[in-house]
């Protein structure tokens, strides 16, 4: 509730600056997005996730599906930064990356269970 509540004070804020200095309208904007995801990051998505995880701790690969989720969240916000501000190819780069990143991730994962798999195979034969 005290996001949403800090959430219409900053978007007063910003109606207000808006109409008085217009050019610093959309700098001030998007140091308010980061203010305001950092928030939201830091004192309700994560608390929330480590509580979820807690009571699903024993099921296998479920932290790292959550964790992957919202890092492909917070890439796609930044990409839609970039994209309302007219750089598009920048925040397809953005997204580009997180993908990247997470492939690596999840391939480095698929590698360790598919050697445990094939030495479990072999073990059999």
């Known amino acids: 509730m005290i996001f949403i509540f800090y959430a219409v004070i900053l978007l007063l804020v910003l ?3 808006k109409d ?9 904007a998007i140091v ?3 203010v305001l995801l950092h928030f939201l990051l830091s004192m309700l998505v994560i ?3 480590e509580k979820l995880l807690s009571y ?5 690969y479920v932290a790292q ?24 190819s920048i925040g397809e780069l953005v997204m580009i990356a997180v993908r990247i990143v997470l492939l690596t991730y999840w391939l480095t ?12 195979l072999e073990k059999l034969q």
């Open 32 to 34: 308010f997005f980061f």
């Open 65 to 88: 599906l959550v964790y992957s989720a919202l890092f492909y969240q917070v890439g796609s916000l930044i990409s839609t930064i970039f994209e309302e501000q007219e750089y598009d």
């Open 20 to 28: 008085a200095y217009s050019k610093l309208h959309t700098i001030i």
């Open 15 to 17: 109606i207000l600056i």
């Open 47 to 49: 608390p929330f996730l």
């Open 109 to 120: 994962e698929f590698a360790t269970v598919l050697s445990k798999f094939s030495s479990i």
């Open 56 to 60: 699903v701790h024993s099921v296998p």
